[in-house]
């Protein structure tokens, strides 16, 4: 009844103060996630549709890389709902991929750091590990990021194959892999180098590149094909030898093979 409402909007004029005062640093995810909701559900609790989605769906970057169905499956959640989360989650994509050039309104990653934008985009908010196919078309330009796995690298062996057969599926003329290690250090292991490997061969057979693999650490990503670590900075990025960027491991990243020169090779 109206009562409960009340109670609702007293909370939501608590959290905007709170949100006015302090600043989103004071906000835990499921509460900025909470109060965006408020813009879209008016009347009803968004605390516990916040939890809900979370819970769902993983962490705020799987909250925001969820389609309208999907997001529609969660109790509380309407097509008005679910339009503002993608809406925002548009907003952020078109915001970040600003510095990218595009190719017929399709990003164009045709560079390692134009790549390692756009893994970091995808990846940057994950808590868990995942890892991300990327197909391009012949000009380089993206067709679509699909999710292909969640858990260590080294435990998920199903690559190959379906990289391969969504190659085939979106007529891909090149890949390109994203992944993060939850852990901050983008610089490959032995699995990751292993995998990598396994799934260049597999493409090869169906006559796929495999343009490069992107692994996101924090602030720091590292690029197959530049066989570098890459700090981003507007349009551009500093470029570090495995060596700047911690001597201990460099041993290790130089057993990880050129996957190509560059992109723009066909």
Do not use: W
């Amino acid at each position: 009844g109206a009562g409960m409402a009340g109670i609702h909007d007293g909370h939501r004029e608590r959290l905007r103060q709170r949100f006015s005062e302090h600043g989103p640093d004071a906000f835990a995810d499921h509460e900025l996630l909470e109060l965006l909701l408020t813009y879209a559900i008016p009347r009803r609790d968004t605390n516990e549709t916040a939890h809900k989605l979370l819970q769902r769906f993983g962490s705020l970057a799987g909250v925001f890389a969820a389609d309208a169905a999907s997001l529609q499956t969660v109790d509380g959640v309407g097509p008005a709902a679910a339009q503002l989360l993608q809406l925002e989650a548009a907003i952020r994509r078109r915001i970040a991929l600003s510095g990218v050039p595009h190719r017929n309104g399709k990003p164009l990653l045709n560079a390692p750091h134009r790549a390692a934008r756009y893994a970091e985009l995808l990846l940057s908010q994950e808590t868990d590990e995942r890892m991300y196919a990327l197909c391009l078309n012949a000009q380089r330009a993206l067709l679509c990021a699909v999710a292909v796995g969640s858990g260590s690298v080294s435990e998920l062996t199903v690559y190959p194959r379906t990289i391969v057969e969504l190659a085939i599926l979106r007529h891909a003329h090149g890949i390109i892999l994203a992944h993060n290690h939850p852990s901050g250090d983008p610089l490959p292991s032995q699995p990751d180098i292993e995998t990598t490997e396994a799934i260049r061969a597999a493409l090869q057979s169906v006559h796929v590149g495999l343009l490069d693999h992107i692994i996101v650490g924090d602030g720091y990503l590292y690029s197959f094909s530049a066989q570098a670590v890459l700090r981003l900075a507007g349009d551009r990025a500093e470029v570090l030898s495995t060596e700047d960027y911690g001597l201990s491991r460099a041993q290790q990243v130089a057993a990880a093979r050129i996957v190509s020169e560059e992109y723009g090779r066909t």
